[in-house]
């Protein structure tokens, strides 16, 4: 990547979030103007994607999101022969995990009578409902988390000819939280930020099974595929492809010369 690109793209995130986040807590009908414990959730889910990520990473990457699988896929730094077990091993987890926090949760589910409440705690959901709208949100914000884990490496060393990894050893998952937090925060207010099919399918299907049927897939028959599913799918896609475009390749620092 040159230089004035660089500049350029890092300009174009840096506003793009931060206004994000201007716009999320200041304009009427946002997800984080509306809601108080916003900081906490974001907070929340990206120290969660800290710790699934420090603990898997050694043994399968931690990908732990189907955009990232076929994001990496189309980039080529992942087989498209291990992407159906990958995702199904992702939805699979992301209805497991969602089973359990509802046990835990069971008898305060029984006595919380708000379905808007109850849908919030499974699903995401749009604070305003448009398509088109919706939709882009939830690319742009796939697009950001998939992008910025592809520059999200362990620096790569060159000592006396011998090429060697010098990385942050459990800090590596760190910066990827910290991602997934300044989404939520920045970009989250439009849709809550699903940013990954799994995350959102999974609890949909806890909450179908479990008596919440009309709420768990109600948003306008298929907008919650075309929102929650396809637009992450496609945002990763996107990401994957832009990286190609960009990148140039990887330079080494050279030691002991």
């Not at 637009?231 to 140039?248: D, E, M, Q, R, S």
Request: proline share 3%; glycine share 12%; hydrophobic share 50%.
């Amino acid at each position: 990547m040159s230089s004035l690109l660089a500049e350029f793209i890092g300009t174009t995130i840096l506003l793009l979030l931060g206004i994000g986040v201007n716009a999320n807590t200041s304009l009427r009908n946002t997800i984080g103007n509306k809601d108080s414990n916003w900081v906490l959730i974001t907070m929340a889910w990206g120290l969660s994607v800290f710790i699934a990520v420090f603990i898997t990473a050694q043994f399968s990457g931690a990908h732990l999101n189907p955009a990232v699988t076929i994001g990496l896929a189309v980039t080529g730094k992942f087989s498209w022969s291990l992407v159906s077990g990958y995702v199904i091993a992702q939805l699979s987890g992301a209805i497991f995990g969602s089973w359990l926090a509802y046990i835990t949760y069971i008898d305060h589910y029984r006595v919380t009578k708000d379905e808007e409440k109850v849908r919030g705690s499974f699903c995401t959901g749009p604070a305003i409902r448009n398509y088109k709208n919706n939709f882009f949100s939830e690319l742009i914000g796939t697009f950001i988390l998939v992008f910025a884990v592809f520059y999200i490496a362990k620096p790569i060393l060159e000592i006396e000819g011998e090429v060697i990894n010098f990385g942050l050893g459990a800090l590596d998952a760190l910066p990827v939280g910290i991602v997934v937090w300044v989404i939520g925060m920045t970009l989250g207010g439009t849709t809550g930020f699903a940013i990954n099919p799994a995350r959102d399918f999974g609890p949909r299907l806890i909450s179908y099974f479990n008596g919440w049927s009309e709420i768990a897939f109600s948003y306008n028959g298929i907008g919650w595929l075309v929102v929650y599913i396809l637009g992450p799918l496609t945002g990763g896609a996107l990401a994957a492809i832009v990286f190609k475009l960009t990148l140039k390749k990887k330079s080494f620092l050279v030691l002991g010369k």
